[in-house]
């Protein structure tokens, strides 16, 4: 039997053929990959610059273009016959000799520029790597059969032109010793595309066959599948693109079979961490040793993955092992376990009262937002139970100093509001992760119905948008799972951060081993530099000791720059929001579902959907906080003007607390940043009257 391996390419060719056409295609494959009688077979392709591109008959005016070496066939689209032989002559093939991937380009298009590219440089002295020797560029893994257009290019921009020809692996080593770069640093952008972890010596694996065209198929999880039987095939072909193709530095992640140690991948808006943690998800159900728990920030987040889990594992008993959910209602769960009963919630309105109420009763001149930030960030954060513990603690983050007796009074303000609850029979969902924790952590046999001590009730918890949880919920998913191999997985952005957390993985009890995904595959380049200007570029500090910078963020494609428009009223930017999404909706035809609006507050919220609906777009509007973790085509985040954006009364008031405030605007950057990146092609924003000091000049 062949072996045949799927390019990503080929179903979505696949998908745009008439029904019956499509039919005969995948049965035609099938009886290849069977060799049953009447399986059609590879067929030359005359003047194709790889000899070892064929073709298959698939339908009657359809062919597949394979890649063949021995028994090996990689089967890259199908197309009508005319196209299918213009697409077998026109590509080269090779494997990069470094990292060993496989590698395809343009070289029709190549031999078509190379008149254009020798013309310029006979006009120039400039040679773009005139430093640089053959060997070099051969050492950061340029082919050999590239380097005459090479070394013909005269500046960065024909290099930059070039991009589209060449594999992604040949240009990106190359764009960095155009940009001045070391060659260190060249190798550095090409290892990024590695997929199997190094086992020693400079190239990590063991030495590179150029020739072998299984083994780079292997080493491209983004570029081929093998599929070994009907079944296999039938899921290449019809899963979504991101269930069976993974970019090489996410496969990295997501596949290696054990981490002795907990790991933590953090990277950019729409460099694939919510799809690499539920390939980890999928692995692990695949391979590890019992109930693993996916965990995310919301309910509404935790949906969306269950729905796409149920189809990365379409295996209705491996789904099984992967419980989805969200650190509340985990939370929730252990302790209604424990009592028997459901416990009731405080809500905010009932909260912000009770924190009023005791900060007038002990007079300490501090306001009930202070009281409240302290008994969340510094007492619940770091579980003090006592007056001494608090007396004694560290009080990071926090600007206003707190001598003994203010401690002890703010402390009397905090018990108030402790007891109140208490003796209501409330509390709030930071206290029950606390006590969830607690409950986990006791040697009782209440929880489980049996005796001896409580057992962690999963063995691998895997967390999404890991940046907004809070100590007490990091405690609590510690305690969830032994210390053991593949415990815990967890993805993140610091930048992304939208919540008052600032938690360093190692400040509860979590050694994780950091790893970082660079490249965007959502955001085209204009709206991530522009997101980049927007956010500060600064670094942001959480997760990880120290700070993170988004220096190495970038992305995969490129598209048009993000439109900022200034209106003159309110009223003429609603007028402005209803005109643009109709252009898109109705006049471009993007589906509605595929459009997003924005805003602040929720009155502006209201008043846009009014607006909107009126004017019969019923597409989704939101605030900014609802747009966390999701994405769209087009995205319109209307209403960031001075005033609105940051929200004036989420910021401490600076006199109050400086430090507090610089964290409130932070967090309102970040928020306006997460809103602006769930974009995927266009991203629209609007003010009236004075910008907001975020936008970017
Ligand atoms: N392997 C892949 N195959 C196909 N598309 C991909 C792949 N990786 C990333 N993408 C694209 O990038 C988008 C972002 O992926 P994902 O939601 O996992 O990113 P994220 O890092 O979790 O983003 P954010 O932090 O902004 O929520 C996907 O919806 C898809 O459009």
Request: charge should be negative; aromatic fraction near 6%.
């Amino acid at each position: 039997m062949p072996r045949l391996a799927i390019s990503p390419e080929f179903p979505r060719e696949l998908r745009a053929l008439d029904e019956p056409v499509r039919r005969d295609v995948v049965v035609a494959v099938r009886r290849f990959l069977y060799q049953v009688p009447a399986a059609p077979h590879p067929e030359r392709v005359r003047n194709a610059r790889d000899p070892r591109v064929a073709t298959l008959r698939l339908s009657d005016r359809h062919r597949g273009v394979v890649l063949r070496q021995r028994d090996v066939y990689w089967l890259l689209t199908v197309l009508p016959d005319g196209e299918a032989w213009a697409y077998a002559q026109r590509y080269g093939f090779g494997v990069n000799p470094e990292i060993g991937v496989i590698e395809m380009w343009d070289a029709e298009a190549l031999e078509r520029v190379e008149p254009a590219l020798r013309r310029a440089a006979e006009s120039s002295e400039q040679r773009l790597f005139r430093d640089i020797c053959d060997q070099d560029l051969i050492s950061v893994g340029v082919d050999p059969r590239l380097l005459p257009y090479l070394r013909d290019v005269t500046n960065e921009a024909s290099l930059e032109a070039l991009e589209p020809l060449l594999p992604r692996t040949q240009y990106a080593p190359l764009a960095v010793l155009a940009r001045g770069g070391s060659l260190a640093a060249a190798w550095r952008e090409l290892a990024y595309w590695r997929t199997a972890p190094p086992t020693g010596g400079r190239g990590g694996e063991e030495p590179i066959d150029t020739e072998d065209v299984a083994a780079a198929l292997l080493r491209s999880p983004d570029r081929a599948v093998f599929v070994a039987d009907k079944d296999e095939l039938e899921w290449a072909l019809t899963a979504p693109d991101w269930c069976v193709f993974l970019h090489p530095p996410q496969h990295r992640l997501a596949r290696t079979p054990h981490y002795d140690h907990p790991v933590l991948v953090t990277g950019g808006a729409g460099t694939g961490k919510t799809f690499v943690a539920l390939h980890r998800a999928a692995h692990l159900a695949e391979h590890g040793r019992g109930t693993v728990l996916l965990v995310t920030f919301s309910q509404v987040l935790s949906n969306d993955l269950a729905a796409r889990l149920d189809l990365l594992i379409p295996d209705e008993t491996r789904r099984k092992r992967v419980e989805v959910g969200n650190v509340d209602r985990l939370a929730h769960r252990i302790v209604t376990d424990a009592e028997g009963r459901q416990p009731t919630l405080v809500g905010a309105a009932e909260l912000a009262e009770l924190w009023r109420e005791a900060a007038q009763e002990v007079g300490s001149g501090h306001s009930p937002a202070f009281l409240l930030r302290e008994w969340e960030q510094v007492v619940l954060a770091q579980n003090l139970t006592t007056l001494e513990e608090y007396l004694a603690a560290e009080r990071p983050g926090r600007s206003v100093d707190l001598d003994d007796e203010e401690r002890t009074a703010v402390w009397r303000a905090i018990g108030l509001v402790v007891d109140r609850l208490r003796e209501s029979g409330r509390r709030t969902l930071l206290q029950l992760a606390t006590e969830a924790s607690t409950l986990l952590g006791q040697t009782t046999g209440d929880l489980l119905e049996e005796s001896g001590p409580v057992l962690e009730p999963y063995r691998h918890i895997i967390v999404d948008e890991a940046q907004d949880l809070h100590p007490a919920q990091w405690r609590l998913l510690r305690a969830a799972v032994p210390h053991a191999r593949d415990d815990l997985f967890i993805v993140g952005d610091p930048h992304q951060r939208i919540f008052d957390t600032r938690v360093a993985l190692g400040s509860v009890g979590i050694d994780a081993r950091h790893y970082r995904l660079d490249v965007s595959y959502r955001l085209p380049q204009e709206i991530l530099t522009w997101g980049v200007r927007l956010r500060g570029g600064g670094p942001a500090d959480g997760l990880v000791e120290g700070v993170q910078e988004l220096s190495a963020f970038r992305a995969a494609e490129h598209g048009p720059r993000p439109t900022v428009v200034a209106y003159e009223s309110p009223e003429a930017e609603l007028a402005g929001l209803a005109a643009r999404v109709a252009a898109w909706v109705e006049d471009e035809g993007v589906p509605a579902a595929e459009v997003a609006v924005a805003a602040r507050s929720a009155e502006l919220v209201r008043r846009a959907r009014a607006v909107l609906r009126s004017a019969g777009l019923d597409v989704r509007v939101t605030t900014l906080h609802g747009m966390k973790g999701l994405e769209f085509r087009r995205v319109a985040v209307i209403g960031v003007a001075d005033g609105i954006v940051p929200a004036p009364d989420a910021l401490t008031p600076a006199g109050e607390d400086p430090a507090a405030r610089a964290h409130d605007l932070q967090r309102e950057r970040g928020l306006l940043y997460v809103a602006c990146t769930r974009a995927y092609e266009m991203l629209y924003v609007s003010y009236s009257g004075r910008a907001s000091p975020f936008l970017p000049p």
